[in-house]
């Protein structure tokens, strides 16, 4: 199994951990002739107190040589993902789960933060070592 793989998996097994059913993985759309899969969907389990939210989630672990090479493939995946959402499934919202070095380091650059400042982006950080879901970001 690939690092990327696992950290596929540490996120879905976080997620059920904290209350999450996983409906789809991965989640297919169609748009057109374009077919894309978004790593995990999921809902709150019956009687969890998430106000029957539905969410997708693109799990990335950031492990090439340029993580900022990395972050730019991420936003770009991540702003179709949101278009293609919207178009298909409305009422879903999309998170990025991004390891808990990369939110502590890339993602406070000023350059990312000014990304984010355009384009708001929700993020699931998540902990290798814990292998649990540190944080959400809305």
């Known amino acids: 199994m690939s690092r990327k793989d696992s950290f596929h998996e540490l996120v879905k097994q976080a997620l059920i951990q904290t209350g999450w059913k996983i ?12 077919n894309i ?7 709150p389990l019956i009687g969890a107190t998430k106000d029957d939210r539905k969410i997708a ?3 990335k672990s950031f492990i090439s040589a340029s ?10 995946q991540y702003l179709t993902y949101q278009v293609a959402l919207k178009l298909q ?3 879903r919202e999309l ?12 993602f406070q650059e000023v350059l990312v933060q000014e990304v984010f400042r355009f ?4 993020i699931i950080v998540y902990s290798q070592i814990t292998q649990e879901i540190e944080s959400w970001i809305d």
Do not use: C, H, R, W
Not at 23 to 34: A, E, F, R
Not at 119 to 122: E, F, S
């Open 119 to 122: 384009y708001p982006t929700k």
């Open 57 to 59: 989630v693109e799990v």
């Open 23 to 34: 409906t789809d993985d991965p989640l297919y759309l169609s748009i057109g002739n374009v």
């Open 95 to 106: 998170y990025l789960a991004v390891p808990k070095p990369t939110y502590d380091n890339l």
């Open 67 to 76: 993580q900022i090479t990395d972050f730019y493939g991420a936003l770009g």
């Open 89 to 91: 499934e409305p009422d």
């Open 37 to 43: 899969q978004i790593d995990l969907a999921a809902e």
